[in-house]
Each structure stands twice: as C-alpha cells, then as structure tokens.
C-alpha cells in the first residue's frame, strides 16, 4: 500500500532533483540477480521454442509406423498438418502475445507462457491419435509465438546499455541451440530403441519375413525410395501386414523431454524481477526504481542518469500519437516500407530453411540413408546452426544489413539448385530404376544442408529480426513488426504444410529447384528495394526511411513536391 501511495505522489513531470533522490532512496524489490542470470532463465523460453520446433524431425519417423507397432500410421498430408498446426498457433501467439505482455507483464507472460509448453508438451505426448495431437500441437504454438514475442523485449529492457546488444542476441542463439539439443536427444533415443522396428507375424504378400526387423524394411518398398510400389499400392502392403508390436512410441519419449525446460522456465521466473520498463509505462515508479536495482550493479554507472533517461523516454512515448493498423496501411511511405517488412520477414522462410529444421531425416531417406541414420545425420545441422548463430553476432556488426541478407539469399539459391542436381543427376534416376542411389549421396545431400545452415543462421535470421525491429516509425513500430511476423509464421506454416506433398509428388529435384528460383527472384526484389539501416540511430533511420519511400504526389508528404529519394542503399 506504500508502494502504490508513493507512485502516485511521484510523477514523470517532477523535477530531476526529485527522481534522482527517489532513485536513491528505493529499495530493491526484491533480492539481486545477475543480468546474465535473468538472461539465462528467459531465454529457456527461447530454447522451448528451439526445442518444440525441432524435435519433431526425429519424431516423424516412428509416427509414420503403423498404429499397431505404437505409431500413428501418418501420409504426406497428415505430415506437414503435425508442423503446420504448430506454426499456425504461433502466429496467433506472436500476434497477441505481444498485446497480453504489455497489458500484463513481460515477466507474468513468460510465467503463463511456460505452463502452456508444460501443457502443450504433455498433451502431445499422451495423446492417443491425430484427433488429439493437433490440437496440443497448436497449443503449444501459442507458446512458440508468445515467446518469440515476449523474451526479446524482457531481455531488451532488463540488460544495462553495455552489453544489451550481446545480450537480446542470445535469443537467436537460444533458439538454434533448443534445436540442436532436439536432435541430440532424439539421435540419442534413436540409438537407445535400436531405430525404428516392428514385429510382423504375417505378410500374405510374402514381401517381408516374420518376425522383428527394421521399418526401414518396409519403407524401401516405396516407388518414391526406389521400390516396386506407388503410394496407393504400398498403402495396402502396409494395411495387410499383421504387426504385433514395435518401438513406434518412441516418439512420445522425445516430445516429453520438453516438459524440463518448461518447468525450469517456470521456476526461474518466479525469481526474476519484472520489466522496470513496464513499470514505468504503468505509472508505477517506486517499483520501477526498485525493479531497475535489482539488476544492475556499479558496472552499469549512476542508476539515476538511467531512471532520468527512462523518465524521458516514457514522456515522449506518452505525448506521440498512439499507431493503428489502419495508419500503417494509409500512410502511402509507411504502406511501402511495411510491405518491404513483410517481404524480409517472408524471405526468412521461403530459404526453406524449416525444410531442413524440421524435414531433414525425411530428405536423407530420400536419398538413400536409412531412417536411424538420417535420424542421427540430423544433429550435423544442428551444430553447423549454432555455429552459424555465434558467427552471426559478428557479421552484423562487422558488415552492412544489405550486404548480409542478399549476400545469404544468393548462396541459398546456390545451395537449393546443388541440393535440386543431386537428386536429379545422382538419386533419382537410381529411384526409377528400382536400386538404391551411391552410399556417398546422401552424405552429398548432409554436406550441401549443413553449409546452407551455416549461411541461413548466421545471415538472415539476425539481419532479418534486428531490421524488422528498428525499421519502421516509433508511432506503428509495436503494431508493424508484430504483423510481418504473422506473416512470417503463417507463410512459415504454408511450407511445413507443403513439403511433405511436395517432396513426394514431384520428388526431391523439381522440390528444391523451385526453391532456388524463387530464392532468386527474392535476391533480385530485395536488391532493388531493401533499404539499408546499419549506422543511423533510430531517430535519422525515421527520417531517412520517410525521405526513400515517400513519392512525389504522396498526401500530406513533405517530399511531395521536390522529388523523392529512391534509392535504398
């Protein structure tokens, strides 16, 4: 009750003398932490978000098993359904994920946040068919999104300026390492269960013999793996089987394993303080100050000058406009830069580089690897990702946005038009002559994926969020960003969706070639409208982003009358 009588009495309108003694004489709100502590226990919200969208590579193969050897007899289009319901609740989740921490907290969101992954991870985990999967699988999107939309900006607003960059691009790198641990884990189950197996008692077709043996054994007798039978065909040798077990629960085991982090993440924030910045824009300053203190350290230099520099940020929010949708969509300059927005975020997924995060395995199986070891294979990703991650917290800073981001989509047309080769001149023609391709292919295929992770982690992902952040006005920023990256996540969806049908109706060539042209049409587009906004603090970057996109002509423009600036560079 002191609290909230003392916040009342101090205002962003009292005198600097005044701030600064009630920054003095605060007290914490509680017990000190570590900026690298509050980090540490935040970003597990990333790492869930790694972990949940990666762990379903490994999970894929004991899914597609028969239900009577434990699996869930998925198709193609059940395939991409188990990714993309994931992906269309994170775009619901992004979307108002954003809205609920600032209306509650960034700190209570991730509280909320981890018991949806608690729950998300359980119920996928348990339920008995697809009827139930689906659903958990979106829940858990809700949480992807809700933390791709929430840590940002807690760790944003919680680290001291001195290492805030270092520290809000640990997200990224929590990110790709949650993934890396979902394919360790699953390459470790895989060994652990022998791969996938199942015990057949019967095969009128007189195919298989009895007894347990690999579902590898069953798959090669695909059209699409270089077998006898088409999709129609090989469904009925599968229906006709008489299977009387097998290790196709697997998959249960590797889903679970995500109900640790989501309680760690739990705990943790229990811990961890609120946003101070969140105070603030609540009017509640006492707990502000006292939030704010918990946290810094004499590292960070006089606790006042930044209390001050809050004070006045917030004065400025505060008397600017509020931004609605509607702005963003008249406005003609900031129309064109959102739509530029939407472009990037949607070239961070049409590199295809979700093919590989979630589909990896499948297209080593393609290629000629069984599924235990395209299972395994997939951790090279994994790791080639973080590396690709690390390395990208110095490309941004040591080179300019454009020069990265068209640089990357270049070489990931190179890659899609090497992976598109392989299996036109070297897989498939082995696959339509009814024998297995080189044991040396899919290694060709793991080599080409894992320099095209390197690219795509250390390029796009940071160039693409850090520009999707600082390029539009302050007034529509909030709104701005969030719906490019619903555009993101639902584009995002539509290739999870896809691919599966894709890959196993026009195969593996024409797959990856059309991902190469249009990578290459996204070089060229980009080339000729991404603005650049290294070097410019995001006050010059407003004014020089209104000067690039505004038209002669444009209403209630500036620039109307004496001409516009085009050019983006």
Known sequence: MENNRESMELSLDAPED???EAA???????????????????????????????VVSGALPYMYMPTDAHGLALNALE??????TLLVGAALGALFGGRLSDRYGRRHNLLVLAAIFVIGAL??????????????????????????ATVPVYLS????????????????????????????????????????RLTVAADPSGVLSTGSQSWDNVTAQQSALGGPMDPGA?????????????NGSAWRLMLVLATIPALALWIGMRRMPESSRWYMVQHRYYEAIG???????????????EVLEMARVQRRTEAMPKGTFREVLRTPWIRRLFLVGVLLAVCNQTTGVNTVMYYAPKVLEYAGLGASAAITAQVANGVMSVIGAAAGLWLIFRFRRRQILITCISLVAVSMFAIAALFTLLIQPHMAAGTRPPAYAPFLVLAVMGFFMLVVQSSNGPVVWTMLGEMFPAHVRGIANGAAVFCMWIVNAAITF???????????????????????VVAVVLYKVMPETSGRSLEELEVHLQATFSRPGDPGDEHSTDGAVTDPR
């Open 79 to 84: 395939e991409g359904l188990v990714g993309a």
């Open 157 to 196: 607003e919680t680290a001291p300026p001195r290492i805030r960059g270092t520290i809000v691009s640990l997200d990224q790198l929590m990110i790709v390492f949650g993934q890396l641990l979902a394919f360790t884990f699953n390459a470790v189950i895989n060994q652990v269960y022998g791969g996938p």
């Open 18 to 20: 005044e701030l600064r």
């Open 234 to 246: 090989w469904q009925h040798f599968v229906q006709q089987l008489t299977i009387t077990g097998g």
């Open 498 to 520: 896809t691919f599966p049908w894709m890959m196993s109706t026009l195969g593996g060539g024409r797959t990856y070639l059309l991902y190469g042209v249009v990578n290459v």
């Open 123 to 148: 119920g996928t985990t348990f339920a008995p068919g697809l009827w139930m999967l689906y659903p958990f699988r979106f829940i858990l999107g809700l949480a992807v999104g809700g933390a791709s």
């Open 24 to 54: 003095v004489r605060t007290p914490m709100t509680g017990r000190h932490r570590s900026v690298v502590a509050v980090a540490g226990v935040a970003t597990l919200g990333s790492l869930l978000f790694g972990y949940d969208t990666g």
């Open 291 to 305: 939030s704010l203190k918990r946290v810094r350290d004499e590292r960070d230099g006089d606790l006042s000058d």
